[in-house]
T-cell receptor, first 115, second 113 residues
Framework: GAGVSQSPSNKVTEKGKDVELRCDPI?????LYWYRQRLGQGLEFLIY????????KSGLPSDRFSAERTGESVSTLTIQRTQQEDSAVYLC?????????????FGPGTRLLVL | AQSVTQLGSHVSVSEGALVLLRCNYS??????LFWYVQYPNQGLQLLLK??????LVKGINGFEAEFKKSETSFHLTKPSAHMSDAAEYFC???????????FGTGTSLTVIP
């Protein structure tokens, strides 16, 4: 398809386990973002990748969170030793470039539930 | 510091009535402004954006928004609500490169038949 895809769509895990979330951006989009959306709240910026530059990790809430991106393609967000407060929808978005006026295209999200 | 405030986390309107969703921003530099919509069980999609051209911006599905610098506002309007407009609406501001992107907390729109 032509849109941003994310997998899995839903993930239930036990407290203390590690989880890996995947994002496939739109082909040709150099910028990729991860956000967290807690129930009833807005989008919380986590991390941003722009091409081959060093990612902006300023939004990651703790060192349990990390993300990687292979070139300008797939990205994975890893949460180690999950906690119940990590339960949220994790959204990925991509845009053509890093310029501020670019439209971000969002995936459907991964709904994470930590028991 | 930049921020976005959406007044009213829940808004209800009757079908056919005016839709007005409020967004105010704070920014030390000229911003780019966006409205995104999230339909139930779907991802966010762009409704419209302001990028320093015309201050009145028209988007999809009959929505429009006006950038008012003096009021630091970017309210979203639609003259006549339709049942299919029921969704979550997010205002966002960008003030530079990709990492300077901030979303409001969202407004849930309910349309009453």
């Amino acid at each position: 398809g032509a849109g941003v895809s994310q997998s899995p769509s839903n993930k239930v895990t036990e407290k203390g386990k590690d989880v890996e979330l995947r994002c496939d951006p739109i082909s040709g989009h150099t910028a990729l973002y991860w956000y967290r959306q807690r129930l009833g709240q807005g989008l919380e910026f986590l991390i941003y990748f722009q091409g081959n530059s060093a990612p902006d990790k300023s939004g990651l809430p703790s060192d349990r969170f990390s993300a990687e991106r292979t070139g300008e393609s797939v990205s994975t967000l890893t949460i180690q030793r999950t906690q119940q407060e990590d339960s949220a929808v994790y959204l990925c978005a991509s845009s053509l470039s890093f310029r501020g006026q670019e439209t971000q295209y969002f995936g459907p999200g991964t709904r994470l539930l930590v028991l | 510091a930049q921020s976005v405030t959406q007044l009213g986390s829940h808004v209800s309107v009757s079908e056919g009535a005016l839709v007005l969703l409020r967004c105010n921003y704070s920014s030390s530099v000229p911003p780019y402004l966006f409205w995104y919509v999230q339909y139930p069980n779907q991802g966010l999609q762009l409704l419209l954006k302001y990028t320093s051209a015309a201050t009145l911006v028209k988007g999809i599905n009959g929505f429009e928004a006006e950038f008012k610098k003096s009021e630091t506002s970017f309210h979203l309007t639609k003259p006549s609500a339709h049942m299919s407009d029921a969704a979550e609406y997010f205002c966002a501001v960008s003030v530079g490169t990709g990492n300077q992107f901030y979303f409001g907390t969202g407004t849930s729109l309910t349309v009453i038949p």
